[in-house]
């Protein structure tokens, strides 16, 4: 059974940093893309950042350079760190296995809720 467990989203102030981690329970963990995605209110659900089985990176561009994806699949784990954190984004985080930009799953976890603001 599919499970995907999202933490570590809190509230920090403008220009402040969060790890998220993502335990996935899926077969074949260490042959999958994986990717963050956001929801912010009122918004579509949008892929931040993925990366490949062979540790590949790609980023939206309005957090380019700001954050990393990584990824530990011994623990099947992937991790967002999240610098520089700006209003715009506020959001809830979750995580998926990604083929070619799309979630593979679609049961989703919970998510944890990112808030940045003074």
């Known amino acids: 059974q599919v499970q995907l467990v999202e933490s570590g989203g809190g509230l920090v102030q403008p220009g402040g940093s969060l790890r998220l981690s993502c335990a996935a329970s899926?077969?074949?963990?260490?042959?999958?893309?994986m990717g963050w995605y956001r929801q912010a209110p009122g918004k579509q659900r949008e892929l931040v950042a993925a990366?490949?089985?062979?540790?590949?990176?790609n980023y939206e561009d309005s957090v380019k350079g700001r954050f990393t994806i990584s990824r530990d699949n011994a623990k099947k784990t992937v991790y967002l760190q999240m610098n520089n954190l700006k209003a715009e984004d506020t959001a809830v985080y979750y995580c998926?296995?990604?083929?070619?930009?799309?979630?593979?799953?679609?049961?989703w976890g919970q998510g944890t809720q990112v808030t940045v603001s003074s």
């Open positions: 990366i490949t089985t062979g540790g590949s990176t």
């Open positions: 998926n296995a990604v083929l070619g930009g799309t979630p593979v799953y679609g049961r």
């Open positions: 899926i077969s074949s963990f260490s042959f999958k893309g």
